[in-house]
């Protein structure tokens, strides 16, 4: 099979969101992982609902599949990156992040997109885990509700130094949530080194709702253009294809935003150059 390659706009984020859709459409992908921010699709703009079905009706014209993903640094907070999180000890800040989650589901909504990413966030100095793990768990429930009510998965992304940050930790909580499903950043396996990647893709198969791919070193949580890290970029795109993976394997370069005009093309043209 042919697997489907998108691109994250986090790694194309001094570009104007259509130019960056451009770009992508023009580089070969078959979708893009549309960051939602406050330059690329404000969730909390006034007219956010006629600026998804413009970019849904954009989408549609340049044949573009999408994920939703939801981790944008100073959307909610322009002085604390990431937060408010699910974790959070004020827990009207942990709503404001549950909103934000169910906004991004009706945005994916509206997009037709195949899954919204999201993650847990870093505790607190002095919250203790089975706190933050109570916080997270009712934070989780509420997404979970919109999402089934919208029709769009809900994925989980395991992230180094957070709460949930390897893939073992996200199999407890989906114990306790079978609705939730996986989103995996192979690279993670890397710095957290509890799994290699491509057994994870193996192992979670049935759980995985979207997969981020790039290059990254052992032990160090920095995304990398392919050919300057230590994955085995050959081994993650077989195991996806022998688990017979359809949905949008997604290049996240989150550094690379500089040079998103040259980058965007040189990640497709690498991972086709595997393939042939």
Same mark, same amino acid.
């Given at each position: 099979?042919?697997?489907?390659?998108?691109?994250?706009?986090?790694?194309?984020?001094?570009?104007?969101?259509?130019?960056?859709?451009?770009?992508?459409?023009?580089?070969?992908?078959?979708?893009?992982?549309?960051?939602?921010?406050?330059?690329?699709?404000?969730?909390?703009?006034?007219?956010? *609902?006629?600026? #998804? =079905?413009?970019? !849904?009706?954009?989408?549609?014209?340049?044949? &573009?599949?999408?994920?939703?993903? %939801? $981790?944008?640094?100073?959307?909610?907070?322009?002085?604390?990156?990431?937060?408010?999180?699910?974790?959070?000890?004020?827990?009207?800040?942990?709503?404001?992040?549950?909103?934000?989650?169910?906004?991004?589901?009706?945005?994916?909504?509206?997009?037709?997109?195949?899954?919204?990413?999201?993650?847990?966030?870093?505790?607190?100095?002095?919250?203790?885990?089975?706190?933050?793990?109570?916080?997270?768990?009712?934070?989780?429930?509420?997404?979970?509700?919109?999402?089934?009510?919208?029709?769009?998965?809900?994925?989980?992304?395991?992230?180094?130094?957070?709460?949930? *940050?390897?893939? #073992? =930790?996200?199999? !407890?909580?989906?114990?306790?949530?079978?609705? &939730?499903?996986?989103?995996?950043? %192979? $690279?993670?396996?890397?710095?957290?080194?509890?799994?290699?990647?491509?057994?994870?893709?193996?192992?979670?198969?049935?759980?995985?709702?979207?997969?981020?791919?790039?290059?990254?070193?052992?032990?160090?949580?920095?995304?990398?253009?392919?050919?300057?890290?230590?994955?085995?970029?050959?081994?993650?795109?077989?195991?996806?294809?022998?688990?017979?993976?359809?949905?949008?394997?997604?290049?996240?370069?989150?550094?690379?935003?500089?040079?998103?005009?040259?980058?965007?093309?040189?990640?497709?043209?690498?991972?086709?150059?595997?393939?042939?």
């Amino acid at each position: 099979m042919t697997l489907r390659y998108a691109y994250n706009t986090n790694g194309a984020a001094n570009h104007r969101l259509d130019d960056a859709l451009h770009l992508i459409a023009d580089a070969g992908y078959d979708g893009v992982a549309l960051t939602l921010d406050h330059h690329h699709l404000d969730p909390f703009a006034d007219d956010w *609902e006629r600026e #998804a =079905d413009r970019v !849904a009706t954009l989408l549609d014209r340049l044949g &573009l599949a999408s994920v939703i993903e %939801t $981790g944008a640094r100073y959307l909610l907070d322009p002085r604390e990156k990431h937060e408010p999180t699910l974790i959070n000890p004020d827990g009207e800040a942990r709503a404001r992040r549950v909103a934000f989650l169910c906004r991004a589901l009706d945005v994916a909504r509206r997009l037709g997109s195949e899954t919204i990413s999201f993650w847990a966030g870093v505790p607190r100095p002095g919250v203790d885990r089975a706190t933050a793990l109570r916080w997270l768990n009712e934070g989780l429930a509420r997404v979970l509700d919109h999402a089934e009510a919208c029709g769009v998965d809900a994925s989980f992304e395991p992230e180094p130094g957070m709460l949930i *940050e390897t893939v #073992a =930790d996200y199999a !407890a909580l989906a114990r306790r949530h079978p609705r &939730l499903r996986l989103a995996l950043d %192979t $690279g993670h396996c890397l710095v957290t080194q509890d799994i290699d990647p491509a057994e994870a893709i193996r192992a979670y198969a049935a759980r995985i709702g979207t997969v981020a791919v790039e290059d990254m070193r052992r032990g160090d949580h920095t995304h990398l253009p392919f050919g300057q890290g230590d994955m085995d970029v050959p081994a993650v795109l077989a195991a996806l294809n022998a688990i017979g993976f359809s949905r949008l394997v997604c290049v996240e370069l989150s550094r690379e935003s500089p040079r998103a005009h040259a980058a965007i093309p040189e990640a497709i043209a690498y991972l086709r150059g595997i393939a042939a």
